[in-house]
Nanobody
Framework: QVQLVESGGGLVQAGGSLTLSCATS????????MAWFRQPPGKEREFVGS????????YYADSVKGRFTASRDNAKNTIYLQMNSLKPEDTAVYYC????????????WGQGTRVTVSS
């Protein structure tokens, strides 16, 4: 059974930092691009960033570029999202996803972890 499990969410003040983790199991995703998405309260899910299988290539939404960094440790079957200079508008449920089908659709999704940024 394939599982993606996010962790690391929580409450943080504006300007603070958090690191999210996404641990995978059930199959290997080492050759696959993985991504982070988020869904702010009352809004649709949106793309945050992605990372290639090797970890060499990353891509970010303009809203988080320069503040968020995706990384991965294939030996641990885990990807990460380092979030710095957090803003209240970063408040959302964050999801990791694996095996890109399209820009907005991936085959596997985690259950999400909530991030709340207070002003």
């Amino acid at each position: 059974q394939v599982q993606l499990v996010e962790s690391g969410g929580g409450l943080v003040q504006a300007g603070g930092s958090l690191t999210l983790s996404c641990a995978t199991s059930g199959r290997t995703f080492r050759s696959y691009t993985m991504a982070w998405f988020r869904q702010p309260p009352g809004k649709e899910r949106e793309f945050v960033g992605s990372i290639s299988g090797s970890g060499r290539d990353t891509y970010y939404a303009d809203s988080v570029k320069g503040r968020f960094t995706a990384s991965r440790d294939n030996a641990k079957n885990t990807i990460y999202l380092q979030m710095n200079s957090l803003k209240p508008e970063d408040t959302a449920v964050y999801y990791c996803a694996a095996v890109r089908l399209s820009a907005t659709d991936y085959e596997y999704w985690g259950q999400g972890t909530r991030v709340t940024v207070s002003s």
